[in-house]
Every structure is written in C-alpha cells, then in structure tokens.
C-alpha cells in the first residue's frame, strides 16, 4: 500500500522568503508519480508540480521546485520569493504505478501555509 | 476548454435523506475519480471509472454510497441515507485515458456536503 506523510500541519513563512514543505511517501513500486496540489480557501484544487520517479532532475514549475531524494522517499515543495496569494493549504499525492491503468492518487494530510505580509 | 464541473457546489441536508452529486469531467477523459475529504482529514479515494465502467471502488465506504457513469460521461454520486459522518468535501477528478501515472489529475471545485 502507498502511504504519504506530510508532517507540518501549519507553516509561517514572511512574505519574499522562500519555504520548504515536507512530504515522505512510502511504496514498494518502482514506478510512481509525485504531485503537489494547492487548495485555497475557494476549495479548488490547483495542480501545482509532478516529479517522475525516474527522473534524473528534480521538476521545477516557475517558483515551486520540488526537491526529490528517492533514497529518502521524500519529495519536498520549495516555494520560493513567497506571496500573500501563496497562503493555502497544500497536498503531496502519489500516483498509482504503471499496472493500475492511470489509478486513483493517494494523499497526505496536508500543510497549511500562512505567508505573514 | 472547460474544467472538470461538480454541481451542487454546496448541500446541507438531513440525516436520513438522500443526496446526488453530480460531476462533469473535461471532454474526452476517460478516467474519472471521486474523491472526499472528510472532517479536515486528508483527501481519501472512493472510486474510479474508465469510460463507463468501475476500474476501482476499493475505497467506496458502505453500500449506502452508489456511483454511476452512465454513457461514459458525466457522474453521479449518491448517498442514501446520509448519516453525519458522510459530511465533507467531495472531489471528482478526471485524466486523459493513458497508462502511465505521469498525467494529472484535474480536479473539481468540490461539493461541501454537510449532513445534520
């Protein structure tokens, strides 16, 4: 079974500094996807990042990079130069592997974000 | 091109009735997923469709919720009867039909179901 753990409930960070959200995951596939999702207080959720577990580089998306240590089983969100519309809560999400035919996500508890002005 | 669409957008109901919600995913993707978040609890599967059929409902709670797909389009998600616990956030989500975990899953808005 898939597992992921986002350990911080809740993050400061001051507006213009860059912050890291922590997400570990645990599967004994060796192939999956990685994902972060942002969900403000609207409800929607917004696709913000995918990492493949056989990419050489870790994916980067205009200010969200994801810093990707497979050894570790971690796959943290970097959000840098941070914005008062970055305040949201935020998912990491796993796929399922390649035999499941595009299969369901399975999801942290997730992180909310407060970008103090 | 339009999004994936989830009507009601929100619904309070009664212990003991029924409730439809209905999800519209982006033209064209064969897979389609429900998804709840339940009492700020992380965002739990229910089940899966490809084109008309369940490729998964593993995570579907109790008989008392029933998913459909008619036509291979649009979906519903009925509960009945609603108990309080049923109370929550349901996502639908929907990808393009590919074999590979690399694609996306483009989600709803949600419909914030509140059950009293």
């Known amino acids: 079974a898939q597992k992921i753990t986002q350990t911080q409930p809740g993050m400061f960070v001051q507006e213009k500094e860059a912050v890291t959200l922590d997400c570990t995951y645990d599967?004994?596939?060796?192939?999956?996807?990685l994902f972060w999702y942002k969900q403000p207080s609207s409800g929607e959720m917004i696709f913000l990042i995918y990492?493949?577990?056989?990419?050489?580089q870790n994916a980067t998306e205009g200010r969200y990079s994801l810093n990707f240590q497979k050894a570790r089983k971690s796959a943290n969100l970097v959000i840098s130069a941070s914005q008062l519309g970055d305040s949201a809560m935020y998912f990491c999400?796993?796929?399922?592997?390649?035999?499941?035919?595009?299969?369901?996500?399975?999801f942290g508890d997730g992180t909310t974000l407060t970008v103090k002005p | 091109e339009a999004g994936v669409t989830q009507f009601p957008s929100h619904s309070v109901i009664e212990k003991g009735q029924t409730v439809t919600l209905r999800c519209d995913p982006i033209?064209?993707?064969?897979?389609l997923y429900w998804y709840r978040r339940v009492m700020g609890k992380e965002i739990k599967f229910l089940l899966h469709?490809?084109?008309?059929?369940?490729?998964?409902e593993s995570g579907m709670p109790n008989n008392r919720f029933l998913a459909e797909r008619t036509g291979g389009t649009y979906s519903t998600l009925k509960v009945q009867p609603a108990e309080l616990e049923d109370s929550g956030v349901y996502f639908c989500?929907?990808?393009?039909?590919?074999?590979?975990?690399?694609?996306?899953?483009?989600f709803g808005p949600g419909t914030r179901l509140t059950v009293t």
């Open positions: 999400a796993m796929r399922d592997p390649l035999n499941t035919n595009a299969g369901k996500s399975t």
């Open positions: 033209s064209g993707h064969d897979n």
């Open positions: 469709f490809v084109k008309e059929s369940k490729q998964d």
């Open positions: 990492q493949g577990s056989y990419d050489q």
């Open positions: 989500a929907s990808s393009p039909r590919r074999n590979i975990p690399t694609y996306e899953q483009y």
């Open positions: 599967t004994s596939d060796p192939s999956y996807g």
